[in-house]
């Protein structure tokens, strides 16, 4: 098992950045690729940004492709996703997930672990 746990979220004005945090716990991700993904209110699920298990390989939704940046620190366990220039279409519930594959997937089902997710919240 794999427990993940979310944290950076808030409520910021449009135009500033936020840094998520992604803490795995139970086992070590760093054979597995971590995906972010996003829920706004009344909308499905949308895929963010993912990464590869070494991180030397990563893809991005268009909607957020030159604002924000995934990484990884396997000696910490952590997946980080950088979020510049928010817009107010930002808004949702921002989940971390981890897949059992090494590779990035944009696809939710190829990942078998999500956290609780965290709240961030753009102004106009």
């Known amino acids: 098992q794999v427990q993940l746990g979310e944290s950076g979220g808030g409520l910021v004005q449009a135009g500033a950045s936020l840094r998520l945090s992604c803490v795995a716990s139970g086992r070590t991700i760093s054979n597995r690729g971590m995906g972010w993904f996003r829920q706004a209110p009344g909308k499905e699920r949308e895929f963010v940004a993912a990464?590869?298990?070494?991180?030397?390989?990563?893809t991005y939704a268009d909607s957020v492709k030159g604002r924000f940046t995934i990484s990884r620190d396997n000696a910490k366990n952590t997946v980080y996703l950088q979020m510049n220039s928010l817009k107010p279409e930002d808004t949702a519930v921002y989940y971390c997930?981890?897949?059992?594959?090494?590779?990035?997937?944009?696809?939710?089902?190829?990942?078998?672990?999500w956290g609780q997710g965290t709240q961030v919240t753009v102004s106009s």
């Open positions: 997930a981890a897949s059992p594959y090494s590779n990035v997937h944009s696809n939710q089902n190829r990942y078998d672990f």
């Open positions: 990464i590869s298990f070494s991180g030397s390989s990563t």
